[in-house]
């Protein structure tokens, strides 16, 4: 189509999905996706941390290495990125903008902080933030991955505090 037309084109929506680690931002993308049947795209963040056991490279996340990572943030290609516990996570740019000039909804399931820089960036983003039912839930989800060790399961509790005060 001519670009004289671009302004004729309605653009996608940029959705924001967060909350603090293990509160079930997944399950509730996921519910969107495959129960509800959401029309949108979801946005696969790049990280340099290794796959959990079934995570998928392209599916569940970009899985990078340090140096691909900081090529990408020289390149000024993160809608947002952050480091916590020893690993870098960014939403590339490029790919939501791809899907947001299409007119398609894109959803971004990100943690706190990275939602605090697409707002900043991108104040018509919709934003929505999980809270669990009790903090205690929240450990249990978080010990229940079995999947990190006790001083990366405390330091994501203590960020998960300071998160909740957000709500």
Do not use: W
């Not at 795209?41 to 941390?49: A, G, L, P, Q």
């Not at 916590?84 to 791809?98: A, E, I």
């Not at 971004?108 to 934003?127: D, F, Y």
């Amino acid at each position: 189509m001519p670009a004289a037309y671009d302004f004729f084109m309605k653009k996608g929506n940029l959705i924001i999905l967060s909350g603090p680690s293990g509160v079930g931002k997944g399950t509730v993308r996921k519910h969107l996706t495959d129960v509800l049947k959401v029309p949108f795209y979801y946005s696969i963040s790049m990280t340099t941390r290794l796959p959990r056991n079934g995570e998928v490279d392209g599916v569940d996340y970009f899985f990078v290495t340090e140096d691909e990572f900081e090529r990408n943030v020289k390149e000024d290609n993160f809608l947002e990125y952050a480091s916590f516990v020893n690993h870098s996570y960014g939403t590339p740019k490029n790919v939501v903008d791809s899907y947001l000039d299409k007119g398609t909804d894109v959803l971004l399931e990100i943690e706190t902080n990275g939602a605090r820089q697409v707002m900043e960036k991108r104040p018509e983003c919709i934003s929505i933030f999980l809270v669990p039912p009790s903090f205690e839930a929240l450990e249990n989800r978080i010990r229940g991955r079995n999947s990190e060790d006790e001083a990366t399961i405390q330091k994501r509790l203590s960020k998960a505090r300071s998160e909740m005060a957000l709500k």
